[in-house]
């Protein structure tokens, strides 16, 4: 059985999902999608990320799709509105057209984007009122570091935020230095996002490779350990938290699968001291990585 992750208001999420990201990009690969995401659901992976942003909305349309033969309660749905579209003016139009195109009437949770100059105190009003019109179950944020925090504690009811989205994986650890203390000082748990980086390879701002998570030794090493896979030792690092949702995106059906086995993974602390040596958790701050 899938694993759960704790949300402050008691209710609890599925903590190994299913990404969307870049779903949608290509017309003729709408029914190989779809597919996919109803694959994984059969598997346990009834838990999808999309975004209004993903494909201009056909990643939402493909994951309304996937889920229409399923029992609705059975998927636990996740969606982004964009920061410009997070106010009074336009959220009931974005959420209308996500509900829409995922063939709905309420999304599971519901996240601001990033954040930009997105006003929080408006943002958390129509979060709220979303949750008053029975659109979404509850909300939270992604791509918030620490001082983003800070400023949506200030907001009347921004502390009724459900989870944070964040990039995390091996080779981006910057949450451990500060934000996951923070945030589990207040028990507000995590959402990795390429949690295996980007094709195995992490790129920095300046657009250098920074690690090729694939080649490393160590890494290695340790998934032949296990006689594991190194997406599974990556995915399994990342779920060693209890308080972290993962969302890999898999089309392949044997990617699909090796996701679903990741999630009974259980690593070592010394697993995790070796691939430290590699990776190893920063001793400073610094700048949070965004894709």
Not at 60 to 79: H, P
Not at 105 to 122: F, G, Q, T
Not at 242 to 259: L, Q, R, T
């Amino acid at each position: 059985m899938m694993k759960k992750v704790l949300l402050p208001d008691g209710s609890s999420m599925p903590q190994l999902g299913q990404g969307t990201w870049l779903m949608g990009e290509e017309d003729n690969n709408f029914e190989k999608e779809v597919k996919s995401l109803k694959y994984g659901i059969e598997l346990g992976l009834n838990l999808i990320d999309t975004a209004e942003m993903y494909g201009d909305g056909k990643a939402e349309n493909i994951t309304g799709n996937a889920i229409k033969t399923f029992r609705r309660q059975d998927v636990y749905l996740v969606s982004k509105v964009m920061p410009e579209n997070a106010n009074r003016k336009q959220i009931y139009k974005s959420i209308e057209k996500s509900l829409k195109m995922l063939g709905t009437d309420y999304i599971d949770m519901y996240l601001l984007h990033w954040r930009e100059n997105a006003d929080l105190a408006e943002v958390v009003y129509c979060m709220e009122d979303l949750i008053e019109k029975r659109k979404i179950k509850r909300w939270g944020v992604s791509n918030f570091d620490v001082e983003d925090m800070e400023d949506l504690w200030k907001v009347s009811d921004g502390k009724r935020c459900s989870i944070n989205q964040i990039l995390y994986n091996l080779g981006t650890r910057g949450i451990e230095y500060d934000l996951m203390e923070w945030q589990r000082e207040r028990k507000i748990p995590f959402m990795a996002y390429s949690p295996v980086g980007q094709a195995g390879a992490l790129i920095t701002q300046d657009g250098m490779s920074k690690a090729m998570l694939m080649k490393d030794k160590n890494v290695k090493e340790v998934a032949a350990k296990y006689g594991i896979s190194v997406v599974q030792l990556l995915l399994a690092f990342v779920l060693r938290f209890d308080d972290m949702v993962a969302i890999p995106k898999a089309v392949k059906s044997e990617h699909i699968e090796e996701n679903e086995i990741a999630g009974r993974i259980v690593l070592s602390e010394q697993d995790v001291e070796q691939l430290s040596r590699s990776f190893p958790a920063p001793q400073k701050k610094v700048t949070m990585e965004k894709y």
